[in-house]
């Protein structure tokens, strides 16, 4: 399933790139929840809701951030592993919580 998103640039609306996907969380339904977006700033990795973009034309993964706010958010867990705690500071940060 990850192999859809893995690999693919992750742009802003701009189409200016923000990273590329290594690795994709899902939840129990086999839903794809979070991206493992890899900036390239000294091996910094941050967690993306799949939820907010969509695959271009092109194949660039186009989301509504730019790369200060992916940038902002917390890093991803070097297993790629996601506690409820983690999940809770996402939320917040890309303002999904209600």
């Keep these: 399933m990850s192999t859809q998103y893995r ?5 802003d609306p701009d189409h200016r790139l923000i990273g590329t996907i290594s690795d994709v969380l899902y939840d129990q339904q086999g839903d794809a929840e979070w991206a ?4 390239g700033l000294l091996r910094s ?30 890093k991803a867990d ?12 996402l939320l917040r940060h890309y303002e999904l919580a209600e």
């Design 36 to 39: 493992v977006v890899d900036l």
């Design 45 to 74: 990795a941050h967690y993306l809701p799949v939820a907010s973009g969509y695959m271009s034309e092109s194949g660039e993964f186009v989301v509504p951030f730019d790369k200060r706010i992916v940038k902002g958010a917390p």
């Design 78 to 89: 070097r297993r790629h592993f996601m506690d409820a705690s983690t999940e809770g500071q």
């Design 7 to 11: 690999g693919h640039d992750v742009v």
